[in-house]
């Protein structure tokens, strides 16, 4: 039995949000009469799906937080350093225009 869009994206929402696997899906929504077996190679679909596209994610966050912490710890006991980068980067938005 074929998933419509719309059952896909809830199964999908509810498998990554809360957890839910065949059986609670099932007993969720009887009135779909999915079978568990094509809930469960759905699920594992987006279980690949999802491992393949987390590194990527996670690798350019991890960067991204290194990267302010250290700029914060660079410029700590500094006053005002934020001002100075917004002039030499131009200054304020507002006075661009």
Not at 9 to 17: M, P, R, S
Not at 18 to 43: C, H, T, V
Not at 52 to 80: I, Y
Request: with cysteine; charged share 25%; aromatic share 10%.
């Amino acid at each position: 039995m074929g998933f419509s869009y719309e059952d896909k994206v809830l199964i999908k929402n509810l498998y990554l949000i809360k957890g839910y696997r065949a059986r609670k899906l099932m007993s969720q929504f009887p009135q779909k009469n999915w079978k568990r077996s094509s809930l469960d190679i759905l699920l594992k679909k987006l279980l690949r799906r999802e491992e393949r596209e987390w590194p990527a994610k996670a690798a350019g966050t991890a960067q991204n937080v290194s990267t302010v912490e250290e700029l914060a710890m660079s410029q700590e006991n500094q006053s005002n350093t934020h001002h100075a980068c917004v002039w030499a980067n131009g200054g304020h938005f507002d006075q661009m225009l």
